[in-house]
């Protein structure tokens, strides 16, 4: 396991400081999808992942968990990173996604992970490998996750344009995002 990935799996555990994606723009400022490979910074450790299908990256043939009343401690870090992800990413592009765009994301993921679904898409898919990269998740773990995710927006959305998940996460994340 190279450095980033012994950072990031630190980072993981510990709880504290959640590993980070590094966003990409174009030359005309636009966010940009990552193909082949994404920067992560973990601690003090800095260095370019290479991302496998994520069809490569499922492991072992662990049961779902019952998501129903939120994550399990053994899969909350997991969900940390996946949504600390989403806000940094609203964050840089200036604009939060309609809880339908984000219910729309996490379905994608779990129905064809390796689709092509735009930027916000493709790093919330680099941040699910970078994480499977260091910890064992089972197709069918990875399918309740993103369906929780998917729920959790379809349970916040009031309106055709309503914002309100993305409006949950920021407190969480208001400390994190600052680092």
């Known amino acids: 396991m190279n450095e980033t990935l012994t950072a990031t799996r630190a980072c993981i555990e ?4 959640l590993p980070s994606l590094v966003l990409v723009r174009d030359s005309a400022g636009q966010l940009v999808s990552p193909r ?4 992560v910074h973990a601690g003090d450790a800095a260095e370019s992942l290479a991302l496998r299908p ?5 492991r072992g043939s662990r049961k779902a968990p019952d998501l129903a009343h939120g994550p399990t401690s053994e899969l909350d870090p997991f969900f940390m990173l996946l949504e600390y992800t989403v806000v940094r990413f609203c964050e840089a592009d200036e604009r939060d996604e309609t809880d339908q765009e984000m219910e729309r994301i996490y379905t994608l993921l779990r129905r064809r992970p390796d689709s092509d679904g735009g930027p916000l898409f ?6 699910a490998q970078l994480y499977m990269s260091v910890r064992d998740v089972s197709e069918a773990e990875y399918e309740a996750v993103m369906k929780r995710l998917a729920k959790s927006c379809r349970t916040f959305s009031m309106a055709p344009i309503s914002r309100n998940y993305l409006a949950t996460l920021r407190p969480t994340f208001a400390a994190m995002s600052s680092q």
């Not at 082949?36 to 920067?39: F, I, R, S, T």
């Open 54 to 58: 994520m069809r490569a990256l499922f």
């Open 36 to 39: 082949d490979c994404v920067e």
């Open 122 to 127: 493709a790093y919330v898919r680099a941040a």
């Open 14 to 17: 510990s709880k504290e400081r």
